[in-house]
């Protein structure tokens, strides 16, 4: 079956770090990857997707790369800010109408002034 | 309306109970989805809709679980005699259903249930 692995937490950074977070994945056919934050007291919202190999999703600062042949969807940020503060899962959709999420176990990340 | 939006936002249940939990899906989405949010398990899918039909109930936990969807709208979780092994944030969330796999989920604020 689909599953999702995400590097362990909690992570803290310093304001204005580079940040990377881990995640690979096990699917069959040609999953959609996607990252879906949820900042505090608030419901989850997407972050960012790519739907097929070498896409490269982006938003609000960070990028993520579909990698096929690592099976990995690595999220990144050049420099992090106090209000990147948040749970960041990465989640997959396997191919057909019923694009139920299979998501990693999430990351808190905090970034401190 | 303008989000998916979710109730009651809270429930504290005592053991034994049964309990309702409601979503509103984004209008015109047909495609709904139930996830559990608990500590030792992560974020889970329970049950997919397509309209008032839910092909995937893979996710269910137990026949103590099930759900319903009425109009292509609105939807129901149903726990019955609830257990504290339930408790957990319960998540709704909605897509047009139109592009499969490719489709951003629009998720609600989610409901917490306490099972005591």
């Known amino acids: 079956g689909n599953s999702v692995t995400q590097m362990e937490g909690p992570v803290t950074l310093s304001e204005e770090a580079f940040l990377t977070i881990n995640c690979t994945y096990t699917a069959t056919g040609y999953p959609s990857l996607f990252w879906y934050v949820q900042y505090p007291g608030e419901g989850l919202q997407l972050l960012l997707k790519a739907t097929k190999a070498d896409d490269k999703g982006s938003n609000k600062g960070f990028e993520a790369t579909y990698r096929k042949e690592t099976t990995s969807f690595h999220l990144e940020k050049g420099s992090v800010q106090v209000s990147d503060s948040a749970v960041y899962f990465c989640a997959l959709s396997d191919t057909g109408a019923n694009s139920k999420l299979t998501f990693g176990k999430g990351i808190t990340l905090s970034v401190r002034p | 309306g303008a989000g998916v939006s979710q109730s009651p936002s809270n429930k504290v249940t005592e053991k034994g109970k049964d309990v309702e939990l409601r979503c509103d899906p984004i209008?015109?989405?047909?495609?709904l989805y139930w996830y559990r949010q608990s500590l030792g398990q992560g974020l889970e899918f329970l049950i997919y809709?397509?309209?008032?039909?839910?092909?995937?109930k893979s996710g269910l936990p137990s026949d103590r679980f099930s759900a319903e969807r009425t109009g292509g709208s609105v939807s129901t979780l149903t726990i019955q005699r609830t257990q504290q092994e339930d408790s957990a944030v319960y998540l709704c969330a909605s897509s047009s259903g139109l592009a499969g796999s490719q489709e951003t989920q629009y998720f609600g604020p989610g409901t917490r249930l306490l099972v005591l």
């Open positions: 209008s015109g989405h047909t495609a």
């Open positions: 809709f397509q309209g008032n039909s839910a092909p995937d």
